[in-house]
Structures are given as C-alpha cells and as structure tokens.
C-alpha cells in the first residue's frame, strides 16, 4: 500500500487517499490542471474539503502524488534482453506513465515543478526510484555519466512534453533515440 508523504495510514485513511487520488485523475481529466481543486477533488471523493487538505497541501501535492503512485506501481524492470533493450524499455515505462491521459500529464509535469514541501518530498523519492530503475536496466554499465545522460534526457523531455512541444506518446520514442546515442555500442 502506498501512502503520501505526510504519514503512515491506517487502512481506512489509506482508503480516503485513494479515494481522492482517483477523485483527482477524473477531475483533472475533465478540468484540466487549471480548473482543478483539493475542494472539488474531495467533493467528488466524498470527503470533506478539511479531510483532503490533511493529507493533500495542495493540488500540487495530489497530482504529484498520483505520479508518484504510477510510478510505484511498476513491476520490477526485466533483467533480460540487451542493455539498449532494457534501458529504452525502462524510459518508456516510466515515460507513458500518463500518456493516455493528456490533461493529467501536463498536470503532473506542472505539479513536480511545484516548490511546497510535500512536493519536493516526493519529487525527491521520484527522481531516487527513476534512477534506481535505469540502474536496473542498465545493470553492469552503471557509470554515473550516462546514469546522469539518461536522467537529464528523460527529464528535459518530460518538460519539452508538458510544455506542448510534443506528445507523451512521441516523447517515449525520442526517448528511445537519445538512449541509443548515451548508450555504449554493443560489442561485435
């Protein structure tokens, strides 16, 4: 169960937040990032407006929070096939994330930037699990330099997404390429 980053949840608590998670990814997807609030979040959770704010700062908070549970709930990143195979496949997992949903990853890219604690808290734990599963993926080949390439570069095309600039769907390609250019050619 995963739970946010303001405290351990009992299971009723945990349910309330999940509530709410939903809530937000429906709210989001018929609002936009613009039009979203904790207050309607939680109206359309059944909860009231002060129980969302106990767990959720900001609308930041939430849809950062929504991420951040996607993220966690990946499976395990496969250790077979070639290191370009893994890594690509492990940029693309995370990089479609969102991508069915267009409003609710411009909102997830707005909400990450966002600069409240709780935000950076788990922007923190976001950016430790994504490098922790290029390691994965890039196994034997864990030199910090293209740890740091491949960071940059699934970062840098988050935001060139989330500003418009392309689709979720485009990025996880672009993704792919850059990966084959920061990535060791494969012996003969």
Not at 120 to 143: P, Q
Not at 156 to 167: D, K, V
């Amino acid at each position: 169960m995963t739970e946010p980053t303001r405290r351990r949840l009992t299971e009723r608590q945990a349910d309330t937040v999940r509530r709410l998670t939903d809530a937000a990814v429906v709210e989001v997807g018929e609002t936009g990032y613009e039009g979203l609030t904790v207050r309607n979040v939680a109206r359309r959770a059944g909860v009231a407006p002060a129980t969302a704010y106990t767990y959720f700062a900001s609308k930041n908070h939430l849809i950062t929070e929504v991420f951040w549970r996607r993220l966690s709930a990946l499976p395990p990143v496969e250790a077979d096939g070639t290191l370009r195979e893994r890594v690509v496949e492990t940029l693309r997992e995370i990089a479609l994330l969102v991508s069915d949903e267009p409003d609710l990853a411009a909102a997830c890219t707005t909400a990450l930037l966002g600069t409240d604690p709780d935000v950076r808290e788990l922007r923190m734990r976001i950016g430790y699990a994504i490098r922790e599963r290029l390691r994965a993926a890039l196994r034997e080949h864990d030199d910090p330099k293209i740890l740091g390439a491949l960071e940059l570069a699934y970062t840098g095309a988050l935001l060139y997404a989330g500003m418009g600039y392309t689709s979720y769907a485009r990025m996880a390609d672009r993704l792919a390429e850059m990966a084959e250019l920061i990535l060791p050619e494969p012996p003969e």
